[in-house]
T-cell receptor, first 109, second 116 residues
Framework: EDKVVQSPLSLVVHEGDTVTLNCSYE??????LLWYKQEKKAPTFLFML????IEKKSGRLSSILDKKELFSILNITATQTGDSAVYLC?????????FGQGTRLTINP | GAVVSQHPSRVICKSGTSVKIECRSL??????MFWYRQFPKQSLMLMAT?????????EQGVEKDKFLINHASLTLSTLTVTSAHPEDSSFYIC????????????FGPGTRLTVL
């Protein structure tokens, strides 16, 4: 059965700290790994990773995929209170996405 | 980026009534649409996958007679919750995928259903 596991499930840090969120997976017919940010409504897209070792960057956020170890990390540097959200990792197989449980990130001022 | 809309954003209904939720891709043709539900503080649970013009594929444990899905065009899919009960109260989210073989899904804003 396809499985995506995120850790930690919950994280509380101070503004300005750097955080690393983890995502490991076991999926048949892997095609891509996606990161989403979810605040009060539906998830918003952050990154899609398909190749190992190539870092994707967007401002203070970056992500990288290791297809050998079946693992991805999402880094957020110089965190701000607006980064508080649930971060979802999803892995795409042949047809559908399998979502992890999410990491609830809280940034305290 | 691609835009997906959902309507209504919030609905409150009495037990036993049916509720229809619409999902539209506004600026692209969605060959496949997905319906998820999400309970508080939990992740997204895929309910069904629908391809335009064909019957939806339901995930294990999801009653197809309870959750009717119609994907009549490349820009519109509907989910009807029939004879809704309080345990159907949840956040329902649709997503749409454009190109076949591309995993990226664009999510609608979600519909919060409360059944009294």
């Amino acid at each position: 059965e396809d499985k995506v596991v995120q850790s930690p499930l919950s994280l509380v840090v101070h503004e300005g700290d750097t955080v690393t969120l983890n995502c490991s997976y076991e999926v048949t017919n892997f095609r891509s790994l996606l990161w989403y940010k979810q605040e009060k409504k539906a998830p918003t897209f952050l990154f899609m990773l398909t190749s190992s070792g190539i870092e994707k960057k967007s401002g203070r956020l970056s992500s990288i995929l290791d297809k050998k170890e079946l693992f991805s990390i999402l880094n957020i540097t110089a965190t701000q209170t607006g980064d508080s959200a649930v971060y979802l990792c999803a892995v795409g197989g042949a047809q559908k996405l399998v979502f992890g449980q999410g990491t609830r990130l809280t940034i305290n001022p | 980026g691609a835009v997906v809309s959902q309507h209504p954003s919030r609905v409150i209904c009495k037990s036993g009534t049916s509720v229809k939720i619409e999902c539209r891709s506004l600026d692209f043709q969605a060959t496949t649409m997905f319906w998820y539900r999400q309970f508080p503080k939990q992740s997204l649970m895929l309910m069904a996958t629908s391809n335009e013009g064909s019957k939806a594929t339901y995930e294990q444990g999801v009653e197809k007679d309870k959750f009717l899905i119609n994907h009549a065009s490349l820009t519109l899919s509907t989910l009807t919750v029939t004879s809704a009960h309080p345990e159907d109260s949840s956040f329902y989210i649709c997503s749409a995928r454009g190109l076949a073989g591309d995993n990226e899904q664009f999510f609608g804003p979600g519909t919060r259903l409360t059944v009294l």
